[in-house]
């Protein structure tokens, strides 16, 4: 934070050698960029006329003629201190992965009263490696990933200020309660979400004006607003993470941020505009330092290809895109690819290809609980058959998403769209554009979107 002027308490008390390690860190490094403002008011807390001259506590200060600080006796003055508290933190970082096996080894309850009443678990670095753990979570176990999220935030709540510096401790509170909040709304929890970011934004107000922890709230807000079907707010908000990052010459966030973007264009309904801003961020994608996202900007972008009727090149993308999914792809993301095959297939008048793709894609689903995704690509099966004459096939299709409707208890509205659907396939009055308004229905009552959106950092 070179360019935030401390305050005069701050400077006075650095001049006392009062500050802790991390606050004499910044302070220095203010100091020694040239500015002649605290360089002046700090030295009217000590007045000294010379260099060698020391303070209460035996550490030189010395200043030039121009009155600015000496950065020589800047560092010789805070260098011991600093050393000291990077071989702690050293321990701290080496001593986390033991911590967290310990606490990992009891239930969730009683991990939570560990971290608020053993300060043996209230270090920065253990909260920083659960912090991670929760985020890393939320793409194969949402659940896991709030218990974790809620442990992240306990450990945060009860560090040390005096050991850590207080606006740097409501930085990682911040960001604690930001990742908390994205595990909750990968369970579908909109409410719980929106409340935890709502503190997040007021611990980051008390913090240190960290632009990065500001971008990374603005991400997982972004996503939450996704979700909540709010696509405008959604499309701004991941904007202003972009824009960050890019200020900040952290090109691989920028395009994090991008891809992002692009994902809620994408289900705006603006499949152009989403390709461009997709091709954009995979250009500026560090692949090997984060497949992940490659994979998920590859998937929509193949998406956005296909539904733009340019399926040539959707079928060049994915046929370079399916040795990722094969190495890096969760069972959610294949099975996505499965479906994505089919629909090209489909496009492509290859019936048996994709007929194929999305029957798989359906028995994916059902085994991974996801019956919405299950009743979309059954439609998608349906309309194939019906575009090959074969009613029957669609009604037997058509038939079977209700009973998994009912068996998940899903929301009434999506059940009362299938009925609906159902009727009129037994009418034999189905139709290309009934399949369509259903799709459609069925798109609108989703707590989130087809492939998972953790793309920020």
């Known amino acids: 934070m070179t360019d935030r002027h401390p305050d005069r308490g701050t400077l006075a008390k650095f001049m006392r050698g009062e500050n802790t390690p991390v606050e004499n860190r910044e302070i220095v490094q203010h100091l020694i960029s040239g500015c002649s403002e605290c360089s002046k008011v700090a030295r009217s807390y000590w007045p000294v006329e010379g260099a060698g001259e020391t303070g209460s506590a035996g550490m030189p200060y010395s200043w030039t003629a121009e009155g600015h600080f000496d950065v020589t006796e800047a560092f010789e003055r805070v260098l011991k201190t600093i050393a000291e508290e990077e071989t702690a933190l050293d321990r701290e970082r080496e001593e986390a992965p033991r911590l967290f096996a310990e606490l990992d080894s009891h239930p969730a309850r009683r991990r939570q009263l560990l971290a608020r009443n053993s300060s043996r678990f209230q270090t920065w670095s253990l909260c920083e490696l659960v912090i991670d753990k929760s985020f890393e979570a939320g793409f194969v176990s949402p659940p896991e990933a709030v218990d974790l999220g809620e442990l992240g935030v306990a450990i945060a709540e009860n560090l040390d200020f005096e050991r850590y510096s207080s606006s740097l401790v409501r930085d990682l509170q911040a960001r604690a309660c930001s990742v908390l909040g994205n595990a909750r709304r990968l369970t579908g929890d909109l409410r719980g979400a929106e409340e935890v970011f709502g503190e997040a934004e007021g611990l980051l107000e008390e913090g240190t004006g960290d632009v990065i922890e500001e971008a990374r709230l603005y991400s997982f807000t972004a996503s939450l607003r996704s979700d909540q079907r709010r696509f405008d707010e959604a499309i701004r908000l991941a904007g202003h993470a972009e824009t960050i990052y890019r200020r900040a010459g952290d090109h691989h966030l920028m ?192 707590d989130s979107p087809r492939l998972r959106k953790q793309t920020t950092a």
């Open 255 to 446: 395009a994090r941020s991008m891809v992002s973007k692009g994902l809620f264009t994408s289900y705006s309904g603006d499949a152009e505009g989403a390709i461009a801003i997709l091709e954009s961020a995979l250009a500026n994608l560090e692949p090997e330092q984060d497949r992940r996202v490659t994979l998920a900007a590859q998937h929509n972008l193949i998406l956005c290809l296909n539904e733009c009727g340019r399926l040539q090149e959707a079928l060049k993308l994915l046929v370079k895109a399916r040795p990722l999914y094969a190495k890096y792809g969760d069972p959610w993301s294949r099975t996505g690819l499965c479906w994505l095959e089919g629909k090209i297939a489909a496009g492509l008048e290859r019936a048996q290809e994709a007929e194929h793709a999305f029957s798989e894609a359906r028995q994916s689903y059902l085994e991974l609980e996801k019956p919405l995704d299950f009743a979309l690509v059954s439609l998608d099966l349906a309309a194939l058959h019906l575009g090959e004459g074969q009613n029957d096939s669609a009604r037997r299709v058509a038939a079977e998403i209700l009973p998994i409707f009912r068996s998940r208890q899903i929301q009434r509205e999506a059940i009362a769209a299938v009925m609906v659907f159902q009727r009129a396939v037994e009418k034999d009055r189905i139709t290309f554009e009934l399949i369509h308004r259903l799709s459609k229905s069925l798109e609108e009552t989703r």
